[in-house]
């Protein structure tokens, strides 16, 4: 039984293949043979500047793609700052004892790329908007720091290393679960690990 499925999967395969080839030798055939053979049909060409024989001549169309600039984003130290205020969290340790003192700052791009060029009036008012949006997000952003740093140890946090490496991920979560805000930078004004 499994001898008459394999011979049939191979006859059909097999008829796949010079299918293929067929198909394959007539679009060679038509691309590549002089225009003066006999063909089933002709690829015509219709370049700017040539004699065309045909009865609608068609005008060409020119496209002129420009690329818009992407509004810069700033440099570190020259966004809007939230402090996440200081929180003392208990760290992964068998004898409960370790702990962390963390003061967190995010710094955001602003949302409105004419920020640094609005009169100084419009640029407060845009700051009281701009902050009100964050401090809803505040529970957020308070939340994930605490989450993530609970689940350290002491030995994770205590190197610079291990600093780095926490600043990228509290960059990479809360980036995740804030997608309506570019997030500059993340700093640390206060780390006491103990």
Known sequence: MLNKILSVFNIISQVILAIVAVVSLVTAYVVFAPDDMPKPFRL????????SNTANPVEPITIVVTATPEPEAPEPG??????????????????GRKYIRLTVVVEFA????????????????????????????????????????????????????????????????????LPDFHIIA?????????
């Open 78 to 95: 020259n966004g809007i700052m939230l402090n996440l205020s200081t929180k003392i969290i208990n760290l992964v340790d068998p004898g």
């Open 44 to 51: 015509m060409y219709d370049l700017p500047g040539s004699s």
């Open 186 to 194: 993340i700093y640390f004004t206060e780390f006491v690990v103990q």
């Open 110 to 177: 602003p949302d409105n790329p004419e920020y640094e060029s609005l009169p100084e009036e419009e640029k407060t008012a845009y700051l009281t908007e701009f902050n009100a949006k964050l401090n809803s997000r505040l529970p957020i952003m308070d939340d994930t720091v605490i989450t993530l740093l609970s689940t350290k140890t002491y030995e994770e946090l205590y190197t610079a290393d291990g600093k780095e490496e926490l600043r990228k991920q509290i960059l990479d979560i809360l980036t995740e679960k």
